[in-house]
Structure formats: structure tokens, C-alpha cells
């Protein structure tokens, strides 16, 4: 198993501000996955965070608005940027497991926007 | 494109109860499929991973069971406690992707 660590745990924010939210692993991994939970809904990927490389993006998702940093293999950034209320989620880190694939998460991080 | 669905979406019982959630894909060349457990306004704990190869996985009160062909698995929990309430995710990787799909969740009070 992986011990994913996240910060901000949660904040609130004005309207027109971006935010950076850090994933930390607590073991080498390739790929490291952003997720985004709306409220009161299911998890969506926002992107893959590939180290070495700029992140992929799933459709509904630009790199304007969710810049994603992989300086190395056991750490992640994810920025919310120009925030709206619409971006109120808890956004989520994870990384899967080498041998069969199991998906690992971070607590998450509960932003508001206001 | 995979589509994964969970009934019912809410289910209060009393203490000491057997339980099954379901969740239904509808896609049947899955590589992976794994049940999570949301506790409110947190991140996700991993209850049980099923490879493709695989039909069912136990961990304690709970059993995961798999039907490729029907498109199906189930989490059968038994002798349910107040600490089983959280939400119920299951999620799915299709054959040659990494990505998960998750289904929509089933909200569970256990009532004591």
C-alpha cells in the first residue's frame, strides 16, 4: 500500500483566486492521478501526473485552469485557478499500486469557494 | 465507454444486519474492479481489489464477488455495525487503460 499525504486538508477562498493543493508519497510511484469529487457526487479524473512529462488531461479538463506540477516521483501539485463558486469539491490525489494495480487515495482536500 | 452504476444509492438497516451493494458496468472487458469506503468529507479507504482473473476476495465481514459476463459485482457485508456507515464506491478499469470509472455511490446507515 502507499501513505498519500495532502495539504491543504480543506480552506476557503475568494472568488478570482487560484489555490495550490500538494500530494505527497510516501514511495517512488510512476503515475499519480487528480480526481474531483462535487458535492453530494461521484469521483471524476481531471488528469494523470506523469513525471517527466506535462500531465494528461481528461476531456472537460484544460491546463489553464488545473495546472499540474511532477517535479519527481513522490510529489504532485494541482493549482485551481481564476476559482468560482463552481469549483467548491473535494479534489483528490491518488496513485496506483505496482504489482496489481490498486488505487490509492490522499484524505482530499475540501475547498470552497466563495 | 464504460458506464458504472450503484443500487440503491441510499440503504439504512438495523445493527446485526446482512447486506449486499450492488454495482453494474457496462462494459465486461474490465481489468480491475475495487470497493472503497468514503467516510463524509474524506478521502477514499480501499476495501477490496477483484483482478479480472479473479471471482470473489474476502477482508474479515466483507466479500466482494465478480460476474464478468453479467457485468456485475456485489459487496456483501455481514453482521453490519454503526461503524459501516459511510458511502460505497466501486470503481472499474477497462482492458488497456489505467484510468478508473467510478459508479455514483451507495450511502449506507447502519442503524444501532
Request: hydrophobic share 35%.
Amino acid at each position: 500500500s502507499a501513505v498519500i499525504s495532502q495539504k491543504p486538508s480543506r480552506d476557503i477562498c475568494q472568488r478570482g483566486t487560484s489555490l495550490t493543493i500538494q500530494c505527497q508519497v510516501d514511495s517512488q510511484v510512476t503515475m499519480m492521478f487528480w480526481y474531483r469529487q462535487q458535492p453530494g457526487q461521484s469521483l471524476t479524473l481531471i488528469a494523470t501526473a506523469n513525471q517527466g512529462s506535462e500531465a494528461t488531461y481528461e476531456s472537460g479538463f484544460v491546463i489553464d485552469k488545473f495546472p499540474i506540477s511532477r517535479p519527481n516521483l513522490t510529489f504532485s501539485t494541482l493549482t485551481v485557478s481564476n476559482m468560482s463558486p463552481e469549483d467548491s469539491s473535494i479534489y483528490l490525489c491518488s496513485v496506483q499500486g505496482a504489482v496489481a494495480g490498486e488505487l490509492f487515495f490522499g484524505e482530499g482536500s475540501r475547498l470552497t469557494v466563495l | 465507454k464504460q458506464e458504472v452504476t450503484q443500487i440503491p444509492a441510499a440503504l439504512s438497516v438495523p445493527e446485526g444486519e446482512n447486506l449486499v451493494l450492488n454495482c453494474s458496468f457496462t462494459d465486461s472487458a474490465i481489468y480491475n474492479l475495487q470497493w472503497f469506503r468514503q467516510d463524509p468529507g474524506k478521502g477514499l479507504t480501499s476495501l477490496l481489489l477483484i483482478q479480472s482473473s479473479q471471482r470473489e476476495q474476502t477482508s474479515g465481514r466483507l466479500n466482494a464477488s465478480l460476474d464478468k459476463s453479467s457485468g456485475r459485482s456485489t459487496l456483501y457485508i455481514a453482521a453490519s455495525q454503526p461503524g459501516d456507515s459511510a458511502t460505497y464506491l466501486c470503481a472499474v478499469t477497462t482492458s488497456g487503460t489505467y484510468k478508473y470509472i467510478f459508479g455514483t455511490g451507495t450511502r449506507l446507515k447502519v442503524l444501532a
